[in-house]
């Protein structure tokens, strides 16, 4: 691969830095301003709880006490890291997907983010079962796999101060999406369009669509603060994404208290458990809805999200890194 003399400047900088800098870990992902999508959120979080419980964590860089380095699946230059490793630091990859089955198209990338695993990674970090298993289905056998599911962040996303449900009026439900892919729900979402009884309910659509909808509001996509404000003022969260591993709106929804309604594909069912109902087709929505309504304060007691605190403790063991030095 040829280096340009810009990107040997930067590295060689990187290194003299490192040899003055002190960090116990060390994040490669390309982080974004927000409203941004679901690995940005969760990264955030972790960095905030690893930084509270007294590590030193830097990024897209490897200074000279670091112990360990997360790599967020393909998102991070991988050249800038093959660049500054060394030996004795733990490399532990965290992979979401299969990207190409959940984009529905092949593209290569969840071949390229194999090959990455196997020349960097000593530990693979997944987000859901399906999504280990799927990539097992594939031909695809990663570094020592462990699954260890997202979690919010719990100075943004919460249950207190959310509106109360009422059966006497319409009941609000809320979906989400970062990105147009169709196989993020819109047919689904359009059959609900044309055919939910709307003197029942109100919906919003939060993000981007490739449909423009008639009944359904729709706003653009909001950063956390707002999309937790939102989340609050709702009733049930609707998802018909397919083979999504492990969707962080869901998560957050649920982790401001909505139970959910879901396209049983991907990681939904081992997200939700019990509180909410999935289904296989738009069909069955109203009649699943009806069920979730009826029993709406038995949904919402069974909500059981992993805390922030409980899934950075897992990412540390991992990392080895839950003895401070």
């Known amino acids: 691969m040829k280096i340009g003399i810009k990107d040997t400047v930067s590295n060689l900088f990187a290194?003299?830095?490192?040899?003055?800098?002190?960090?116990?870990?060390?994040?490669?992902?390309?982080?974004?301003?927000?409203?941004?999508?679901?690995?940005?959120?969760?990264?955030?979080?972790?960095?905030?709880?690893?930084?509270?419980?007294?590590?030193?964590?830097?990024?897209?860089?490897?200074?000279?006490?670091?112990?360990?380095?997360?790599?967020?699946?393909?998102?991070?230059?991988?050249?800038?890291?093959?660049?500054?490793?060394?030996?004795?630091?733990?490399?532990?990859?965290?992979?979401?997907?299969?990207?190409?089955?959940?984009?529905?198209?092949?593209?290569?990338?969840?071949?390229?983010?194999?090959?990455v695993n196997k020349k960097i990674a000593d530990k693979t970090i997944f987000q859901s079962h399906y999504s280990l298993e799927k990539h097992l289905e594939l031909g695809m056998e990663f570094k020592n796999p462990v699954v260890?599911?997202?979690?919010?962040?719990?100075?943004?996303?919460?249950?207190?101060?959310?509106?109360?449900?009422?059966?006497?009026?319409?009941?609000?439900?809320?979906?989400?999406?970062?990105?147009?892919?169709?196989?993020?729900?819109?047919?689904?979402?359009?059959?609900?369009?044309?055919h939910l009884d709307w003197d029942r309910f109100e919906m919003v659509f939060v993000g981007r669509s490739p449909i423009v909808f008639n009944n359904i509001s729709m706003i653009p996509a909001v950063d956390s603060f707002h999309m937790a404000d939102l989340f609050r003022h709702h009733d049930v969260y609707i998802t018909a994404s397919k083979n999504d591993p492990c969707s962080n709106s869901l998560i957050e929804a649920l982790t401001c208290g909505l139970p959910a309604v879901y396209l049983q594909s991907g990681g939904h069912p081992e997200i939700v458990q019990r509180a909410g109902l999935g289904f296989e087709v738009a069909e069955q929505i109203p009649e699943v809805l009806d069920k979730v309504i009826d029993s709406y304060e038995v949904f919402q007691s069974l909500i059981s999200i992993p805390s922030i605190e409980e899934v950075s403790q897992k990412y540390l063991e991992v990392l080895e890194l839950t003895r401070i030095s």
């Open 15 to 115: 290194v003299i830095a490192g040899k003055f800098m002190f960090a116990d870990l060390s994040i490669f992902h390309e982080f974004e301003p927000p409203p941004n999508g679901g690995a940005h959120q969760f990264l955030h979080a972790f960095w905030k709880e690893a930084t509270a419980r007294g590590l030193r964590v830097e990024n897209n860089t490897i200074s000279h006490a670091t112990r360990a380095c997360l790599l967020n699946s393909f998102n991070f230059k991988e050249r800038r890291l093959l660049q500054l490793m060394r030996n004795s630091v733990l490399y532990v990859h965290r992979v979401d997907g299969p990207v190409d089955v959940y984009r529905g198209r092949n593209d290569g990338v969840d071949r390229g983010i194999f090959a």
């Open 148 to 194: 260890i599911m997202n979690a919010a962040d719990p100075e943004i996303f919460r249950s207190q101060g959310r509106m109360a449900f009422s059966r006497e009026r319409k009941t609000r439900l809320v979906a989400a999406s970062w990105s147009d892919n169709i196989n993020k729900g819109a047919m689904i979402y359009k059959w609900m369009d044309e």
